[in-house]
């Protein structure tokens, strides 16, 4: 075993953004079971009576707002194997709900459809189970190292600055241009499951940290989570820099631990009490015996998210209000299993997971769990509901292919939501497509040059894997 490599567990639910939904022409519900299972269209399609394909065809040929509810329809009660994934009891209610809208009714057939979105948490398109980015891991560390050292430099932040953060950054970390970034040189790894992994499709409701007659104004949103205590492994690896005229403050190992540890475990105190003032029904994380606690993935906290003493969070006001900018986040994105606060017997906050280094006996305790457990036992961690035994087999899938591609040339264009493209000398291509997901993989000492600037790459260090006939960029980072 390695010695940079570690293991995240979760310890709350935690959704990663891919820019991927779950299709209505390629998932069915199990009502029963409360179980969506995910499938290729195609393979669906094939499975069809010859009279049912032309009733699917002709549906899905229309391209209306009704077509989809009839789509809903046509697939309520089918059964196809797949990607499995549970659901909470409430996504059963609205789903249901849907299905008993009358097709005369347009307005209505869009606000609920609009309402049902189930977004993706990110996901190895080859195993289909869920992973995380290196880069989202390494913007966590990152944050951290930030708070870290503002705690240690005192910086004038001028807000007409067009960019203050990527300003504050350079100072904190001592650099003015991307090839002398220290955190170039902190590798961190996709890290993906070992043992028994869950997913579960939740609501994600916004509710305010201190009691008010006035309700949070966010709307909920669907999200499949990786659910608590699932184990993922990787590599985090600081490497030395060639010499110390590029780098004037070279990370170690140690501080990024370090600066993580005393960063979240603060985090995790400030959000435990603003819990219980607001006196929710909040089931708090079990805390582990790791090297420290990480918080990654959408609604982490805005508190989470940025840096102490600079923080600028945008509060939103009454409709046709002005916003207003303060250094505390004034309500939660909890994980719930309703849509609505007011009947949920129970939340958890998001995002929250432990880093610790990983041993050859947890491995080895981890892979000896029979994977036939893995969707077994769908029952919330986050809530005391019960609910139907759900029984799933599979063989082990085969090991991705991945390539690292040296010095490729990347480019983005903005259109059709976005799509980054890596090209070698050989020219041989690979893309992704959506322009979050595309941040999400891309080292975030990039980002300008990439997303804002030039638009382009000269050279990258870019890992693809094979999905199919053709190659889809997993990470870009900066070339050594």
Known sequence: MEENTFYIRTLSPVHVGCDEVY???????????????????MDFFRSLPLQEKSRYTEICGRGTIESILELYKFMSGKRFNGHRVGICRGLIAQYQKTLEIPL?????????????????????????????????????????????????????????????A?????????????????????????????????????????????????EARGPFQILEVIEPGTVFAGTIQVLNPLTRNVIQSPLSEEKVLQSARIFYER???????????????????????????????????????????????????????RPAYSDKATTFWLASD???????????????????????????????????REQTDS???????????????????????????????????????GIVTAQTQDKKTSEIR????????TDTSLHKKLFEGKKSLSKACVTVRKAGNRWEIVKVEPTV
Not at 159 to 164: A, L, Q, T, Y
Not at 383 to 407: A, D, G, L
């Open 23 to 41: 299709d209505p022409t390629g998932f069915v519900i199990n009502e029963e079971a409360w179980i969506l299972t995910a499938f290729e269209p």
């Open 104 to 164: 005369r009714d347009r307005r209505k057939i869009q606000q609920e459809l609009n309402n049902f979105s189930i977004s993706r948490t990110a996901f190895n398109p080859t195993t289909q189970k869920p992973c995380f980015p290196g880069s989202a891991i390494k913007g966590a560390l990152r944050t951290a190292y930030l708070n870290y050292s503002s705690q240690e430099r005192n910086v004038h932040l001028d807000r007409r600055d067009r960019n203050p």
């Open 166 to 214: 990527n300003a504050l950054e350079k100072e904190l970390l001592q650099y003015q241009s991307l090839e002398k970034d220290p955190f170039r040189l902190l590798k961190v790894s996709d890290f993906h499951p070992v043992g028994p992994c869950k997913t579960r499709i939740i609501y994600a409701i916004n509710a305010k940290k201190v009691p008010s007659q006035f």
């Open 267 to 321: 985090e995790r105190k400030r959000e435990k009490e603003e819990l219980k003032i607001s006196g929710l029904p909040v089931v708090l994380p079990a805390e582990d015996g790791g090297v420290c606690p990480l918080r990654i993935g959408r609604h982490s906290g805005a508190e989470s998210l940025t840096i102490e003493g600079y923080r600028h969070i945008k509060i939103m006001k009454k409709r046709g209000e």
């Open 338 to 372: 309703v849509p609505d606060k007011k009947t949920a017997q129970s939340l958890a906050p998001f995002g929250w997971a432990s880093l610790g280094r990983m041993t050859q006996a947890l491995r080895n305790e981890l892979e000896a769990i029979e994977p036939d």
């Open 379 to 417: 029952t919330p961690d986050l809530t005391s509901q019960s609910q139907p035994p759900v029984e799933q087999k599979s063989s082990p899938p085969p090991p991705p292919v991945e390539e690292i591609w040296e010095n490729a040339f990347v480019s983005f264009n903005a259109g059709s939501g």
């Open 434 to 441: 959506g322009k979050e997901k595309a941040m999400t993989v």
